[in-house]
């Protein structure tokens, strides 16, 4: 660190959002600290995880391609996970691909280090192994933080220390989480050969496979997922919090049986768990994203702020990040003694596309909350699939008959229609 504690911008966390911002304003020519709490940039970070190379590519044209990136997704998946069947969709078309692969499987523990390394390698410092536990303010507006007895300045400082930010919560900006507001994930990296990872998903080379599994949470509202990276699978569920509180089993038995279920442990089977986390996610979408993500001397990016989007079928938060802390990096450089930069990181947020992509899926958490997603729905589809397949020599009841019976055995038209409604209304 450097002897002059004074700092153009010090950026808390380094994750996606914050390693994102302290590379752009290092590169823009400023004097810029990364502060992490962890050991090492990435070692307390969580994610499915997925990320989707546009945001890079707005960074840095070819940033990617220095990445550690595991696997480059050519097979997108849905499985709806019955009591003793799965139906899957699997989904592959070159034209969803493109010239620059839209998005790669990645390990975040390697990703943030490496993105940590080229901030530094830009010029910005970076301090890993120090929590910051305050800010430091002077006339009303935001001059620095502390971490123990350590005090240093900055013209900004950036929030980025991910969901339930303490940072903002310390400048007075947001109120302390509610449990309707995030997910709780938990993951585990299973390591299998590439072999089987490539016979298992039918994949060749680095080509990849993302999945979302719906059915797999005992009817609570949440969903699986599954990344297939170099020689390690990712596995993991994201649970409504109060509902998996009160559900009776714990998290980590609905996990087991999940792992256990016949259409789940032949992908796995063999394999080894090397890594286990869990982390909080926003779940609200532009809902839960505060109207003002600043404050004099301070700014809010990356999941701090709330950014986050979950159709149910596409999980983004890395990527906002990536766009959110180079919107920050953008405002700083941008503003000067009479324009600051708080109302121009909002302006960077709308011309970099973030908040209107945002607004686009305002609904799609409204899903989350149909319970007869995450039990019914994949019991239902799962019996119409096995009446269709179902061969026994006897004579075989009118199709229409049976599908009746089967949506009867499930829900009511009623409920069919309601949750229908909801559904359109979301999108
Ligand atoms: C289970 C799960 C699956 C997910 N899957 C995907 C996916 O497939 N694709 C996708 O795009 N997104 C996914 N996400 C979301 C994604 O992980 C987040 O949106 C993303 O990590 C946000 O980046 P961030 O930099 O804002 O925050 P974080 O990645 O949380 O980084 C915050 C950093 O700040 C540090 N920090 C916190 N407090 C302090 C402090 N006081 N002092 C110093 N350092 C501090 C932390 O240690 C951390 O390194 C998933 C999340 C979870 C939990």
């Known amino acids: 660190m450097p002897d002059d504690d004074q700092f153009d911008a010090i950026v808390v966390g380094a994750g996606c959002s914050g390693c994102a911002c302290a590379y752009a304003l290092a590169k823009q020519g400023r004097n810029v600290l990364l502060i992490e709490r962890g050991v090492t940039p990435g070692s307390k970070n969580v994610s499915g995880g997925r990320l989707y190379t546009y945001a890079m590519e707005m960074l840095e044209p070819g940033l990617y391609k220095r990445a550690p990136l595991q696997r480059r997704v050519v097979r997108e998946q849905i499985m709806l996970l019955g009591k003793t069947g799965a139906t899957t969709v699997d989904y592959v078309d070159d034209a969803l691909i493109g010239e620059i692969p839209q998005s790669y499987t990645v390990l975040r523990a390697p990703l943030d280090e490496w993105f940590a390394g080229e901030a530094e390698a830009q010029g ?52 302390d989480i509610t449990a309707k507001s995030v997910g709780i994930g938990i993951k585990e990296v299973i390591e299998v050969s590439d072999g089987l990872i490539e016979s298992r998903f039918n994949l060749s080379g680095d080509e990849g496979a993302a999945r979302v599994i719906v059915g797999c949470t005992e009817g609570i509202s949440g969903g699986g997922f599954l990344y297939t990276n170099k020689g390690s699978i990712s596995l993991g569920i994201v649970f409504n919090p109060e509902q998996a509180a009160s559900h009776g089993k714990s998290i980590h038995e609905i996990f087991q049986n999940f792992k256990m279920h016949r259409a789940i442990l032949p992908l796995i089977e063999g394999g080894t768990t090397i890594e286990y986390g869990a982390h909080l996610v926003p779940e609200l979408g532009i809902t839960g994203v505060p109207q003002k993500l600043y404050r004099a001397g301070l700014v809010v990016v990356g999941d701090a702020a709330g950014f986050g989007i979950n159709t149910g079928l596409v999980i983004r938060g890395m990527d906002l990040a990536i766009v959110s802390g180079l919107a920050a990096a953008n405002a ?9 930069v708080g109302p121009l990181y909002m302006q960077q947020l709308q011309a970099l596309q973030l908040l209107p992509s945002m607004d686009v899926f305002s609904g799609s958490h409204q899903v989350m909350g149909i319970p007869r997603v995450f039990e019914q729905y994949p019991n239902l589809a799962n019996e119409v699939m096995k009446s269709m397949f179902a061969v026994d020599g006897k004579t075989p009841e009118k199709m229409t008959k049976t599908m009746l019976k089967i949506l009867r055995r499930n829900l009511s038209l009623r409920q069919l229609a309601a949750d229908g409604w909801k559904a359109y209304r979301s999108l």
């Open 332 to 340: 700083v450089t941008q503003a000067n003694d009479t324009v600051e």
């Open 124 to 175: 910005a410092t970076v301090a890993a192994g120090i929590l910051v536990d305050g800010l430091i303010e002077r006339d009303g507006k935001i001059v620095g933080i502390r971490a123990g007895e350590d005090e240093m300045l900055a013209d900004v400082v950036i929030a980025a220390d991910g969901v339930n930010s303490r940072i903002a919560q310390a400048a007075g900006l947001f109120p």
